[in-house]
């Protein structure tokens, strides 16, 4: 693992609902700090919330402040777009606000990004140069990791696996939280409760969405042949249910030793998108 003493960054997890910050120092997160979002609020109310957080944390050891956003990122001027669940940060210039409030280098990324930095430094991906970080909820993003580096691609879009086509729709719509509504109209939650209970129809679901998943890890395979994948996000609770399938699809990989060689770990990181945001710093400079 690369040599992160003594280093002070603030992590700050912009989600769609709330925003959580924290003072991640080498390997630890210390003083979280949490706040509801108003979907409904004005570029300068969250911009406002962003600021109380993090006057909370910053202190003359800070050395740099990530930021992980669940939007697409212009990476060289740290310009959101179209946050998901605040429809007021259309294009915020984020990067900008908070340098020029904080005189402290800022780095912004999406949060998929996010999630595999956290792994790779701090998680089930340490010492592994090359992985895919998953992540599996209301929606299926990756962040990519090649030679210890995380690949944003040049418009932040590397690793959105969900949205390549696939049967009728694309992959995001057949293998997430999402499948539960989409195919047969009815809460992703409710399933997994009944799943848990021994339901055989809920189970019979999530044998399906397994089917759909392994079918996407199989691009992610052919396209990147790495040999370890993290799976983050919610969905990733209910993987006794779903990786049979999961594995059956994999398993028809044309390159037999590709799949065999494959590792597929769940994320078992508290405070995965603060230790990912911290670790935008740590990417950039080492």
Same mark, same amino acid.
């Given at each position: 693992?690369?040599?992160?003493?003594?280093?002070?960054?603030?992590?700050?997890?912009?989600?769609?609902?709330?925003?959580?910050?924290?003072?991640?120092?080498?390997?630890?997160?210390?003083?979280?700090?949490?706040?509801?979002?108003?979907?409904?609020?004005?570029?300068?109310?969250?911009?406002?919330?962003?600021?109380?957080?993090?006057?909370?944390?910053?202190?003359?050891?800070?050395?740099?402040? /990530?930021? #992980?956003? !669940?939007?697409?990122?212009? @990476?060289?001027? =740290?310009?959101?777009?179209?946050?998901?669940? $605040?429809?007021?940060?259309?294009?915020?210039?984020?990067?900008?606000?908070?340098?020029?409030?904080?005189?402290?280098?800022?780095?912004?990324?999406?949060?998929?990004?996010?999630?595999?930095?956290?792994?790779?430094?701090?998680?089930? /991906?340490? #010492?592994? !140069?090359?992985?895919?970080? @998953?992540?599996? =909820?209301?929606?299926?993003?990756?962040?990519? $990791?090649?030679?210890?580096?995380?690949?944003?691609?040049?418009?932040?879009?590397?690793?959105?696996?969900?949205?390549?086509?696939?049967?009728?729709?694309?992959?995001?719509?057949?293998?997430?939280?999402?499948?539960?509504?989409?195919?047969?109209?009815?809460?992703?939650?409710?399933?997994?409760?009944?799943?848990?209970?021994?339901?055989?129809?809920?189970?019979?679901?999530?044998?399906?969405?397994?089917?759909?998943?392994?079918?996407?890890?199989?691009?992610?395979?052919?396209?990147?042949?790495?040999?370890?994948?993290?799976?983050?996000?919610?969905?990733?609770?209910?993987?006794?249910?779903?990786?049979?399938?999961?594995?059956?699809?994999?398993?028809?990989?044309?390159?037999?030793?590709?799949?065999?060689?494959?590792?597929?770990?769940?994320?078992?990181?508290?405070?995965?998108?603060?230790?990912?945001?911290?670790?935008?710093?740590?990417?950039?400079?080492?």
């Amino acid at each position: 693992m690369k040599n992160l003493q003594g280093t002070k960054v603030i992590g700050i997890d912009l989600g769609g609902t709330n925003l959580r910050a924290g003072l991640v120092n080498e390997n630890t997160v210390s003083t979280v700090h949490s706040k509801r979002i108003n979907p409904q609020a004005s570029v300068e109310e969250v911009m406002q919330d962003l600021f109380s957080l993090s006057d909370q944390l910053i202190g003359s050891s800070v050395k740099a402040i /990530g930021i #992980g956003v !669940p939007s697409v990122v212009d @990476l060289e001027q =740290g310009i959101v777009y179209d946050v998901q669940n $605040i429809p007021s940060w259309k294009e915020v210039p984020l990067k900008k606000w908070m340098e020029e409030k904080y005189q402290l280098p800022v780095i912004v990324n999406n949060d998929a990004n996010c999630f595999a930095l956290a792994e790779h430094y701090y998680g089930q /991906g340490k #010492g592994n !140069p090359f992985m895919i970080g @998953l992540t599996i =909820g209301t929606g299926l993003g990756a962040g990519i $990791i090649i030679n210890n580096k995380l690949y944003p691609g040049v418009n932040c879009g590397a690793g959105e696996f969900g949205m390549v086509d696939y049967l009728d729709k694309y992959y995001e719509y057949y293998a997430c939280g999402q499948f539960f509504q989409n195919v047969y109209q009815t809460d992703g939650e409710l399933v997994f409760k009944k799943a848990i209970a021994g339901d055989a129809g809920a189970i019979s679901m999530y044998a399906e969405m397994g089917e759909h998943l392994g079918n996407a890890i199989k691009t992610i395979l052919y396209t990147y042949d790495t040999d370890l994948i993290i799976l983050g996000g919610s969905v990733r609770k209910a993987y006794p249910y779903f990786s049979k399938n999961m594995w059956k699809r994999i398993h028809t990989l044309v390159y037999l030793r590709s799949a065999e060689r494959l590792q597929i770990k769940l994320s078992e990181l508290e405070h995965a998108g603060i230790l990912g945001a911290a670790a935008l710093y740590f990417d950039s400079i080492l």
